[in-house]
């Protein structure tokens, strides 16, 4: 790894000087950031009640008459109808990679509620199984757009020192919506009845709903929210930049933090200009066709460049490891684990969902809390050791009393409880703290990139958990928790190990944790130069670092830097 420059260090301690309380207090003395954040986390509640809504209406007698009878089914069928939404999602996080540079955060919001509400709409008229399967994968083309920039819009708001938790707010957004819909759902279904007679209300309500927040979130964008203050300076809006973020930290634009946050966007934005155009020098014209060219490449330079694969791979693997810990398992098929429990039919197993949903609100609390002080790797290696003996211990009961539990109500309900116990250890940790490593980890000019492929990992890996875990149930219910205990053992390790802890670092300072060829030797140099060419090496003290690796190995570059205006001396209003 590059040791930092002088200049990085002296930055790095200046914004540790002058930056304020992190966790709860940090969300308080930055009000405006935050509620900002709390709203465009409707995103979240939207994604999450999609997730928890399905698994209530799956059971609901009218809803597997409208199917003729086809949800009713079990193994590959229902896990196909209750996981196509994600396929959806996949695609549509992978689009939005494009998307979110191309048209702006809030623009791609737009876009992602459009499309979700055409989906609702075409599952509300459902009178067969194809209505099922179209509406819920354009649903989620629309949802997984949402899960990708929702977080990338929250992370880019934050100042470093309530980054995680605001980007936790997200989960706590989804989790809310979890809750909310497995409590509708428990509600609707008593609609005309629990058995024959019942209403379509009662599912219909349910996936209806579920627009009004996505509605609502839409106007909200286009009306009164901010633009990300990275994606205006990548797209030459300096000023709106500057104001932006002195309006998001609540001081004028003169204040020495928001001018050192101004410049260290800026700076960054410079250097990756150069570089894009050292790669790229045949595609600076602008034209669409260069773009795409130009973001094609960058896809393929999260594979093929060794500091952007090692965040790839990190990014992938993390939202590999959240899926298959089995939270998802739970999520969709909590109603039919609970029934077989015998404890009452459907009702009562509707209503240990319920209470499923609840402490997954209630324990992402602690995260939004804690997640800038405790750090993300204790978080993450903590609950990934009480989602494993939770399994464990379930697989036990499950082994031990299957076929049984009509006369041994008390196993059942212990094995529910360590169910609750499960869901509690994923809140707090691998529920919020996943978004944020993934949302940290990429640079300015990948990180929209970057995150739709994390993104897509997640929703592909919950896609594969939706489909295999009914036939997988179907054969072993005790087997089933083993797999995911099994799995879940390995992420400790993982995260042990190969895992950088980002705690309090700011997006830009990435490059460093992971060695990025973006900073190593000529190309360091670049970076300084920039630096102090836009004043920001003097606004923070700094020292001119040695004068030879300024031009050391490089070539001048397509792109003139011109001569910045001194912000540092000449703060604007």
């Known amino acids: 790894m590059v040791a930092p420059l002088a200049g990085e260090t002296a930055i790095s301690a200046k914004r540790a000087e002058l930056s304020g309380k992190n966790g709860f207090k940090g969300l308080l003395s930055n009000k405006k950031t935050t509620c900002i954040g709390l709203f465009a986390s409707l995103g979240g509640l939207v994604y999450g009640y999609n997730q928890g809504m399905f698994a209530q209406v799956l059971t609901m007698p009218a809803f597997q008459a409208a199917t003729q009878d086809y949800a009713k089914e079990t193994g590959i069928k229902q896990g196909m109808l209750t996981s196509i939404l994600e396929l959806g999602a996949w695609v549509g996080t992978l689009a939005n990679g494009y998307l979110a540079d191309a048209l702006g955060r809030r623009l791609t919001v737009l876009v992602a509620v459009v499309v979700f509400c055409v989906g609702v709409i075409v599952q509300a008229c459902t009178e067969n199984k194809d209505f099922v399967f179209g509406g819920r994968f354009v649903t989620g083309l629309g949802v997984g757009s949402l899960s990708m920039v929702v977080p990338l819009y929250n992370a880019e708001l934050a100042p470093p020192e309530i980054r995680g938790s605001l980007v936790a707010v997200q989960q706590l957004a989804i989790t809310f919506g979890i809750m909310v819909s497995f409590w509708i759902g428990y509600g609707t279904n008593y609609i005309g009845g629990t058995g024959a007679t019942q209403s379509d209300a009662a599912w219909l309500i349910p996936v209806c709903i579920q627009i009004l927040p996505a509605v609502t979130l839409a106007v909200g964008m286009m009306m009164f929210m901010p633009q990300s203050p990275r994606h205006l300076m990548n797209t030459g809006r300096e000023e709106e930049c500057l104001q932006t973020l002195a309006r998001l930290r609540n001081a004028p634009p003169d204040d020495l933090l928001v001018r050192i946050e101004f410049l260290e966007i800026k700076s960054l934005y410079l250097f990756e200009r150069e570089t894009a155009a050292e790669k790229y020098p045949d595609w600076q014209d602008d034209s669409f066709s260069s773009r795409f060219k130009i973001g094609l490449h960058d896809y393929m330079s999260l594979i093929t460049d060794k ?120 809140a707090y940790s691998w529920g919020p703290v996943a978004w944020i490593v993934t949302s940290e980890v990429f640079p300015l000019s990948m990180r929209a990139k970057g995150v739709s492929i994390g993104g897509s990992s997640n929703w592909l890996n919950n896609f594969a958990v939706g489909t295999a875990t009914s036939p997988f149930l179907q054969k072993s219910n005790f087997g089933a928790f083993i ?91």
């Open 483 to 573: 797999f995911f205990g099994c799995i879940t053992t390995v992420a400790v390790l993982y995260v042990i190990f190969l895992v950088p802890e980002t705690k309090g670092r700011t997006l830009e300072e990435m490059d460093e944790l992971f060695g990025s060829v973006g900073l190593a030797a000529a190309d360091s140099g670049r970076k300084q130069r920039i630096e102090r060419e836009i004043g920001l090496l003097a606004l923070v003290g700094a020292e001119p670092a040695d004068e030879k690796h300024t031009e050391a190995g490089m070539d001048e570059s397509n792109i003139e830097v011109s001569k910045h205006e001194d912000i540092a001396s000449s703060p604007r209003d």
């Open 307 to 426: 500091s952007l694969f090692k965040r790839t791979a990190t990014a992938c693997m993390i939202m590999v490891f959240q899926q298959w810990n089995g939270i998802n398992a739970i999520n969709y098929y909590a109603p039919f684990i609970f029934k077989e429990m015998h404890l009452g039919g459907n009702t009562i197993s509707l209503l240990a969902t319920g209470v499923v949903g609840i402490f997954e609100f209630v324990f992402t609390i602690p995260a939004v809390l804690w997640v800038d002080k405790i750090g993300r790797k204790k978080i993450l290696i903590a609950g990934a050791i009480g989602m494993a003996s939770c399994h464990f211990i379930v697989a036990g009961i499950i082994g031990a009393y299957q076929g049984s539990f009509e006369e041994h109500t008390a196993a059942g309900w212990v094995a529910i409880v360590f169910v609750w116990i499960f869901i509690i250890n994923f």
